[in-house]
């Protein structure tokens, strides 16, 4: 099972280059929440600390961590320890791959120096972690994240909010339900006041995920000892206490090899009388190995969370990454060919309302079946054909004297003048589908997902298919009212032959001539014009949608876009580009999702091959 903590390793480096180390809350789950860790927690009071940096140390077996008075830790460190056969030991940094140090002073220097780099050389703290891998066939497998020692008050340098910056930094790594609690306490202080346990008590309070570690013991007043907090009597945690000796200051400062510190460590709990009984399971070499081994059993038994975690996350990113559309072409053939796929997208949505797949063209229809007919229901043709205005029309266009048998140039300018009125009706049937079609490419656009993210290209496109719209309406105008004009140009005259032949005279020539013709006659006349108008609207109903339909929706259909995609062509790829005017937020958040959904297929395949080869 050693391979699942250098997976968890590999993902947990991966998750830190996206600049995802669970320190905030992501609009998506973090992978790096998922994953198990162990998080060491120690106090720092002034000078005096909790002991938790020797105890790395001698979990590693190796002197590289920073000292010093006050915070010396200032950004998490992740440590991963890698057990290697043979061969000489080096460590790594994830902010240098390929860098081997093997001088571990150089190690403690470097991790000093990224520490200011990310806060200057202030004093201040970060929860930006820095990642350490060290290679040696004296380390167990294992992953540990060294947080900032917990302390009550500011020094010089700092600000007065780092106590709780630091106490929530601490708080958001181990209030993760996958985060083990590696709270380091010193002995020769009351546990009661331990702040690692009192802020592990409050996010694990039945003690379930936490590991107590008893540093110090060697330097317990004379006649005191720690059995009772081994033994857990005294706090009570789901895992036994371990104990372990740290090398004194003055070791340190005569450097005593870790290994000979190990070795002291041994012979003190096997030779004190009052820990022989407990030497099996004290030390900092049995912490390694009992962590070591409850890591791997965690990650094992969480495989299966991870995997479905990770499968749901890829269709979230999936579905994110389609729903902000494909990324920006950078040659002009690659612009043209994705502002064309968009504006073919747009015709296909824009035809499928006009089709009935989509609503909206049914308004079309409603223009042509109730509009038109009750427009033209609506002209005052009765009044037009009052007797007054027919005797006088007829009247006027015999001129200086009678007709001899018909009144033709009066029929031809009563039914002129009546048909003349349609063209209002007509007029405003062509402007009642323009303003549909208007509609129509509007609600096309808006629902054209891909065009969301290029508000200069949604413009542009909006303004070309308005401008292909005016022409077919002017067009479709022209041809309407041409019909119109057909129907005054030339009278059918098989409708008059038809027409019962006058018996009367149609007049009496003996009367004035503004009083030739008698009411029935006129009456007579009146009705003929209105039948033969009745009979023309009925025609021009027909034809008037017909020449509606073939001028501005065919066309609109065929060719909404001719136009702009001819000027398309003539654009360079700056002008193309500047259509393509996506919002860089848009673009950045593009870019962030494709590199995790790249990390998280990389730990699903990595993930199902550990599932497997179980």
Known sequence: MENLIQLVNRLQRACTALGDYGEEKAALPTLWDALPSIAVVGGQIFVTSSGKSSVL???????????????????????????????????????LPRKRFTDFAAV??????????????????SSVPI???IYSPNVVNLTLIDLPGLTKVAVEGQ????????????????????????????????????????ISREVDPKGER???????????????????????????????????????????????????????????????????????????????????????????????????????????????????????????????????????IFDGIFKEHLDGIRPGGDKIYNVFDNQLPGALKRLQFDKHLSMDNVRKLITEADGYQPHLIAPEQGYRRLIETALLTIRGPAETAVDAVHGILKELVHKSISETVELKQYP???????????????????????????????????????????????VEKGGNPTHSIFDRYNDSYIRRIGSNVLSYVSMVCGGLRNSIPKSIVYCQVREAKRSLLDYFFTDLGKKESKQLGKLLDEDPEVMKRRTSLGKRLELYRAAQAEIDTVAWSR
């Not at 190796?62 to 010093?68: A, H, I, N, Q, T």
């Not at 910056?165 to 996958?178: A, G, H, L, Y």
């Open 108 to 125: 403690r220097k470097e991790i000093s120096d990224e520490t200011d780099r990310e806060t200057g050389r202030s004093k201040q703290i």
């Open 456 to 502: 200069s290209l949604r413009v542009e496109l909006g303004n070309a298919a308005a401008e292909s719209l005016e022409r077919m309406k002017e067009e479709s105008k022209r041809a309407t009212l041409q019909l119109v004009e057909m129907e005054c140009s030339y009278l059918t005259v098989d409708f008059f032959r038809k027409l019962p032949q006058d």
């Open 159 to 198: 600000s007065e909010s780092i106590v709780a910056d630091i106490e929530n930094m601490v708080r958001s790594f181990i209030e993760k339900p996958n985060c083990i609690i590696l709270a380091v306490s010193p002995a020769n202080q009351d546990l009661a006041t331990s702040d690692a346990i009192k």
């Open 57 to 95: 140390e001698s979990v590693v077996g190796k002197d590289f961590l920073p000292r010093g008075s006050g915070i010396v830790t200032r950004r998490p460190l992740v440590l991963q320890l890698h057990r290697i056969d043979e061969g000489r030991e080096y460590a790594e940094f994830g902010h």
């Open 131 to 133: 990642y350490l891998s």
């Open 210 to 344: 936490t590991f107590g570690v008893l540093t110090k013991i060697d330097l317990m007043d004379q006649g005191t000892d720690a059995v009772d907090i081994l033994e857990g009597r005294a706090y009570k945690l789901q895992f036994p206490w371990i104990g372990v000796v740290n090398r004194s200051q003055a070791d340190i400062n005569k450097n005593v090899d870790m290994i000979a510190a190990r070795h002291r460590e041994r012979e003190y709990f096997a030779q004190t009388s009052e820990y022989k009984h407990l030497a099996s399971r004290m030390g900092s070499e049995h912490l390694g190995k009992v962590l070591s081994k409850h890591l791997e059993s965690v990650i094992k038994s969480r495989i299966p969370s991870l995997q479905s975690l990770i499968t749901k996350t890829i269709a979230d990113l999936e579905s994110e990454l389609s729903r902000l559309g494909k990324p920006i072409a950078t040659d002009a053939g690659g612009k043209l060919y994705m502002i064309m796929e968009i504006c073919r």
